[in-house]
């Protein structure tokens, strides 16, 4: 990651971990182990050095805030009372900054993405080339499609990462808006420019794709292992070769 000083990070994790369950009862979607920690240290580490504050948005779990207490204890927290969406969660987190004038990352918890060299605290918007459409926002560069039911020409999908040069502005769109989604803060702030990332994972998608990980069970936590050779290769199109899903014995 671009190690640029002077940017706060607002991550957005109030989201149960439902499409787990029952091995993910009662934990956060962003205390799903990947690989052997959860989706939240990807985050953290790929900022480290780079990042003023960092605020968690957190929903009825705790488990985030124990976890942290321990290994990120720098990290601060809001709470989302109820789920009301994405844009709701970044607007709470925004209004939680100690210095909202800063320039400010919003990087959902849930979003594994091993872009290197991003330039964070510009005004970007990470996307991905996607074949289905209809499961995202897409994004042509000046008009936002949520899930479109017909393709949409030259359009993108984003990703899960929003970078703000002005904090404050940033802050003024999100709470300005009261749509559950995104889309009407981000054309409310302004233009962007776009980077187009190959190096994405979207975690709790792979319960979709179960076949591409192993899920094992230890003691109530969730974890998905997937095999190193594959962590590069399934942002190509979140499918791998049609491999059964199995679950094993961690002791094994």
């Keep these: 990651m671009d190690k640029n000083n002077g940017f706060n990070l607002i991550i957005p994790a109030a989201g149960a971990a439902t499409r787990l369950r029952p091995l993910s009862s009662g934990t956060s979607k962003v205390m799903v182990r990947v690989n052997g920690k ?18 968690v948005v957190d929903g ?15 990290v601060r927290f809001a709470n989302q009372p109820s789920f009301d969406g994405p ?25 594994i ?18 074949d289905n459409q209809s499961a995202w926002c897409m994004w042509d560069g000046t008009k936002y499609y949520n899930k479109p039911e017909k393709p949409i020409p030259n359009a993108t999908a984003l990703v899960g990462l ?27 702030y302004g233009n962007f420019s776009q980077i187009i990332t190959k190096e994405y994972i979207k975690a709790l998608m792979l319960s979709n794709f179960v ?4 899920i094992i069970g230890i003691h109530g936590q969730t974890i998905l292992h997937i095999p190193k050779k594959n962590l590069y290769k399934l942002h190509k199109s979140m499918r791998i070769a049609k491999l059964h899903a199995k679950c094993r014995n961690p002791t094994e």
Excluded at 38 to 55: F, H, K
Excluded at 60 to 74: F, G, L, T, W
Aim: a negative charge.
């Design 38 to 55: 959860p989706c939240l240290d990807y985050i953290i580490e790929a900022v480290n050095g780079s990042v003023d504050e960092i605020i």
């Design 60 to 74: 009825e779990y705790s488990d985030i805030r124990e976890y942290c207490a321990v290994k990120h204890p720098k």
């Design 87 to 111: 844009r709701d969660a970044i607007s709470i987190g925004m209004n939680a900054l100690s210095n909202p004038l800063k320039p400010v990352v919003v990087w959902l918890g849930d979003a």
């Design 113 to 130: 993405i091993l872009e290197k060299n991003m330039p964070l605290g510009t005004n970007f918007l990470l996307t991905k080339e996607v």
């Design 162 to 188: 929003y970078s703000f040069s002005e904090g404050m502005r940033a802050k003024q769109a999100f709470n300005q808006s009261k749509d559950y989604d995104i889309s009407g803060a981000l054309e409310l």
């Design 211 to 214: 076949e591409m990980a192993e």
